[in-house]
């Protein structure tokens, strides 16, 4: 199984790339969008701002590349915390003006911050907390039970425009998107990588796909 | 949302240290099995710090950070002698989740809103250091060497503004104490800022831990001395309480 991993230029990807290592798969770090084709799964990191992470994957070409992956070759994708906002139509974070920005448009929706979302509590989310299953039966979460604890850090929330995307939600003064699907899209808010055993088998169950 | 329990790591040259009152380090073992062994036990998070960066003529140690975090899966903040934002993408880099900054917000603030800006708020954790003094708390830098002149209320909130994520907020005086945090500190840090706020400096037992969510409302307590110098374990304090009622992670069984 070859995982690429999108290398555009932000954050951390050594923990990613070693959170995959400890799965015995080896991961590629894919710094050309023309190499992405060699990919089987592709992980999409993302850190910083919604507005920094697009401007930088427009430059790079990552966009079209992208989506000819996941969409034309139905190549499995995981989008990790920032990388999963930016699956939606639109979000505004870090835009000069605050005018709203274009996501990848690969999961209906927008991206909105947790205060406008109604949450009054302490911003960023930031720590453990527990995911709740929205349907149960998503491949993602085989053997991780409702009420498992898993690493968030984020100011912002992804808010699909059909509830069914929805596959795992957290509470954190408002109940939260955690993770989404569609088809052979996957999202996680929080940091599979970051989350210890938990987070390991979360990248088990999504290599292994669906059928396993 | 769980109350963290973190280690404090403080890291000298080639080795893990603690003192009493930010003096007198002592050698407590090397960082590397000390960061395999809490990943083994499944911490919340650790917290990383180069204590004699800011004095240090070169760079920043990237090689040290990125071998520790070649065995860490649980989040990870680094700091110690930050001054510049590229160091800080290097750090990131090598494989931190958070930056820690201390001295250099008081040199030069704005650095704390380019980190924020560039990498989110949630990456910038400040850290103050505190001693009590005429009735006030009063900010120090360079590891406590040198007052500042400011005081920790103020200070804490112009930290915010800038874009800090999270306040780290530890007691000179009671560092290394292990005589319990300095609680009205941390509550009146915890009442000036809406960011999480971490509470650091004297946890000599699982109560203070309790003490400092129960009484002061921090999101979170590290420490270094408890898991240092006794038999008391994070998963112990997590267990004490999880019985007071706050509400902890539990480790995942598989």
């Given at each position: ?212 | ?180 945090y ?20 004297g946890a000599g037992?699982?109560?203070h831990m ?11 307590v590290?420490a270094?001395?408890i ?28």
């Amino acid at each position: 199984m070859k995982v690429g991993v999108v290398d555009y230029g932000v954050g951390n990807l050594g923990s990613i790339l070693r959170a995959l290592e400890e799965l015995r798969v080896t991961p590629v770090l894919v710094n050309r969008a023309v190499d992405l084709h060699a990919a089987e799964s592709i992980v999409l990191p993302g850190v910083g701002s919604f507005f920094s992470c697009m401007k930088l994957l427009e430059k790079g070409g990552w966009i079209n590349a992208l989506r000819e992956e996941v969409i034309s070759y139905e190549r499995p994708l995981l989008a990790v915390c920032l990388g999963m906002q930016l699956l939606a139509d639109s979000g505004t974070e870090g835009s000069p003006n605050g005018k709203s920005c274009q996501g990848l448009g690969l999961v209906s929706g927008c991206v909105k911050s947790l205060q406008s979302q109604g949450c009054a509590l302490r911003v960023p989310h930031v720590g453990w907390n527990s995911i709740s299953h929205v349907q149960s039966g998503d491949h993602l979460f085989n053997h991780i039970p409702s009420g498992t604890d898993f690493y968030f850090v984020h100011s912002f929330g992804f808010v699909p425009a059909y509830p069914e995307a929805i596959v795992a939600t957290v509470d954190y003064g408002v109940t939260l998107t955690a993770a989404v699907r569609s088809g052979n899209i996957w999202g996680t808010q929080f940091h599979p990588e970051k989350s210890s055993r938990a987070g390991f088998r979360l990248l088990k169950n999504f290599l292994e796909g669906p059928d396993c | 949302m769980k109350v963290r329990v973190i280690p404090t790591l403080l890291w000298k040259q080639f080795g893990l240290v603690k003192g009493i009152g930010f003096n007198s380090w002592r050698r407590v073992g090397s960082v590397l099995p000390a960061i395999k062994v809490y990943n083994q036990r499944e911490v919340d998070e650790l917290v990383l710090l180069d204590i004699v960066a800011h004095q240090a003529e070169g760079d920043l140690d990237y090689e040290s950070v990125d071998e520790f975090g070649q065995d860490c899966f649980v989040p990870m903040t680094v700091g110690g002698g930050i001054t510049r934002i590229d160091q800080v993408q290097r750090l990131l880099r090598a494989g931190a989740d958070k930056v820690s900054v201390n001295t250099i917000s008081y040199q030069r603030p704005e650095l704390i809103t380019e980190i924020a800006k560039l990498h989110g708020t949630q990456c910038v954790v400040a850290s103050i250091d505190v001693r009590a003094q005429d009735r006030s708390w009063m900010c120090f830098s360079h590891c406590g060497q040198q007052s500042t002149g400011h005081e920790v209320v103020e200070w804490a909130q112009e930290l915010e503004d800038r874009g800090a994520g999270e306040i780290l907020i530890t007691s000179i005086d009671n560092d290394g104490t292990m005589q319990g945090y300095d609680l009205p500190l941390v509550e009146s840090v915890v009442g000036a800022v809406k960011i999480p706020v971490i509470a650091s400096g004297g946890a000599g037992n699982y109560q203070h831990m309790v003490d400092a969510v129960k009484q002061a409302g921090a999101s979170a307590v590290a420490a270094a001395s408890i898991f240092h110098f006794t038999e008391q374990t994070p998963a112990e304090a997590k267990l004490s309480m999880a019985k007071a009622g706050i509400p902890v992670r539990t480790p995942y069984l598989g």
